[in-house]
């Protein structure tokens, strides 16, 4: 899998839209990009991914850059919930080997 | 109805003893794992088993041994506990092994004292 770099804590006003970066610059071209979260005291939550164009569902936005060395997760509208740690994962499809979990960025969501 | 369930929540216990957890999933997933979060809240995969094929993780003591008595469940047995096994597990399942989105219960929490 390749490696990711995430910042270790980021802050964002209610209601204003949370941009988490990650950069994964290792990528190679059959590699994801996956994020999941994990509210406090819960499981981890699977959100979106994607491979090279950006993707868009309920809960956010996966920003892939062209070169793919880099993402962002885009929470439009963050809320108090939101406050987690998220998980950006990079690797290939139906892999079989199991899933890996880097350091996250803990994100706080302020009133 | 709660997808993946894992009993119990807590887990209170002394060095030495024997114990299990349970988890079961209503998903109709073919592939279930156990995860390990440790206080510096690091998620570590410990096992991966699918139709009977497990992986193991090859930093997981043999004290740790997953049972599957059938697809949906997969408990977790811990011999002779230790201080250091005090963490959060999670059990986990997803459709196909090798499948990226995994569905998590919500952790037990075991303190070995």
């Known amino acids: 899998d390749a490696k990711t770099t995430q910042p270790p804590s980021m802050d964002c006003a209610e209601g204003r839209a949370a941009n988490l970066p990650c950069n994964h610059s290792?990528?190679?071209?059959?590699?994801?990009v996956y994020w999941y979260r994990q509210i406090h005291s819960q499981g981890p939550q699977y959100i979106i991914h994607g491979l090279k164009n950006n993707e868009t569902n309920e809960m956010a936005s996966l920003i892939i850059t062209e070169d793919r060395k880099s993402s962002t997760l885009i929470l439009p509208h963050a809320t108090l919930r939101d406050t987690a740690v998220y998980y950006c994962?990079?690797?290939?499809?139906?892999?079989?080997?199991?899933?890996?979990f880097g350091g996250g960025t803990r994100l706080m969501v302020k009133p | 109805d709660t997808a993946v369930s894992q009993t119990p929540k807590y887990l209170v216990t002394q060095m030495g003893n024997d114990k299990s957890i349970k988890c079961e999933q209503n998903?109709?997933?073919?592939?279930m794992y156990w995860y390990k979060q440790d206080s510096k809240k690091f998620l570590k995969i410990m096992f991966s088993?699918?139709?009977?094929?497990?992986?193991i993780n090859e930093t997981v003591p043999n004290r740790f041994s997953p049972k599957s008595p059938d697809k949906a469940h997969l408990n977790l047995h811990i011999n002779s506990l230790e201080l250091g096994d005090s963490a959060v597990y999670f059990c986990?399942?997803?459709?196909?092994?090798?499948?990226?989105?995994?569905?998590f219960g919500s952790g037990t929490q075991l303190s070995v004292l």
């Open positions: 986990a399942s997803s459709h196909a092994a090798g499948n990226e989105k995994l569905f």
């Open positions: 290792t990528i190679s071209g059959n590699e994801y």
């Open positions: 994962i990079v690797r290939v499809a139906g892999a079989g080997n199991m899933l890996t």
């Open positions: 998903l109709g997933h073919d592939t």
């Open positions: 088993y699918n139709n009977k094929e497990l992986i």
